[in-house]
């Protein structure tokens, strides 16, 4: 059974501070958005990252208690926007000191005597790998992966035609990784060369 209008409750006054703080966020919103993304902006350098801070300012603005306490709540909109945005640079540079290697110094950037060794002993492999193939899979592979010839230049060079070039080298490309999976070397090249 419903009570006539007459008998009704009235709201509660959270419900109408809550009703009253969203009608002057929204209208804070109409109002002051664009002046506030634009002062964002120009302190985060960039504008999708100044309008999800101005909606988290927005959103936290909802959230307090009373409204009725801050008599200057455009002020206060900006000066939380504000802190949010210095918090976010400061994650942004922490984020930035720890994606650079610089913690670890230089120890990526300079060749040291044990990973010029491993190198040299991997060009030493290949070599051999390629060594098991047919001479013209070899002279394809070393002038288009050394020699950085197009494969229009290697077939020209070699008298044969170009789509026999991509052939040879995708096929050896092929047998390389093949062997260094640990195919055997016939097996492997019946992979190649059914």
């Not at 009608?23 to 919103?29: G, M, T, Y």
């Not at 350098?45 to 409204?67: G, H, P």
């Not at 098991?132 to 992966?145: D, G, I, M, S, V």
């Given at each position: 059974m419903?009570?006539?209008d007459?008998e009704?409750r009235p709201?509660?006054?959270?419900?109408?501070?809550g009703?009253?703080?969203a009608a002057?966020?929204?209208?804070?919103?109409r109002?002051h958005n664009r002046?506030?993304v634009?002062?964002?902006?120009a302190?985060?350098k960039?504008v999708?990252?100044?309008r999800?801070?101005a909606?988290?300012?927005?959103?936290?603005?909802?959230q307090l208690?009373s409204?009725?306490?801050?008599?200057?709540?455009r002020?206060?909109?900006f000066?939380i926007?504000?802190n949010i945005?210095?918090?976010?640079?400061?994650?942004?540079?922490?984020r930035?000191?720890?994606?650079?290697?610089?913690?670890?110094?230089?120890?990526?950037?300079?060749p040291s005597?044990?990973r010029?060794l491993i190198?040299?002993e991997?060009?030493?492999?290949l070599g051999?790998?390629?060594?098991?193939?047919?001479?013209?899979?070899?002279?394809?592979f070393?002038?288009?992966?050394l020699?950085d010839?197009?494969?229009?230049?290697?077939?020209?060079?070699?008298?044969?035609k170009?789509?026999?070039v991509?052939r040879y080298?995708?096929?050896?490309?092929?047998?390389?990784r093949?062997r260094?999976?640990?195919?055997p070397s016939?097996?492997?090249?019946?992979?190649?060369?059914?």
């Amino acid at each position: 059974m419903t009570r006539p209008d007459s008998e009704k409750r009235p709201e509660s006054p959270s419900k109408a501070d809550g009703a009253a703080r969203a009608a002057e966020v929204a209208r804070l919103f109409r109002d002051h958005n664009r002046t506030l993304v634009l002062y964002l902006a120009a302190r985060l350098k960039d504008v999708q990252c100044a309008r999800e801070v101005a909606q988290e300012a927005y959103v936290r603005l909802l959230q307090l208690e009373s409204t009725g306490t801050v008599s200057f709540l455009r002020a206060y909109l900006f000066k939380i926007a504000g802190n949010i945005a210095i918090d976010r640079l400061r994650q942004q540079k922490t984020r930035a000191r720890f994606d650079q290697p610089q913690e670890l110094g230089d120890i990526f950037l300079e060749p040291s005597a044990e990973r010029m060794l491993i190198a040299r002993e991997e060009l030493v492999h290949l070599g051999q790998l390629v060594a098991e193939l047919p001479e013209r899979y070899q002279q394809a592979f070393r002038l288009h992966r050394l020699e950085d010839y197009s494969f229009a230049d290697i077939a020209q060079h070699m008298g044969i035609k170009e789509r026999m070039v991509r052939r040879y080298v995708t096929n050896t490309l092929l047998y390389l990784r093949l062997r260094r999976e640990g195919v055997p070397s016939p097996h492997a090249w019946r992979q190649i060369h059914p």
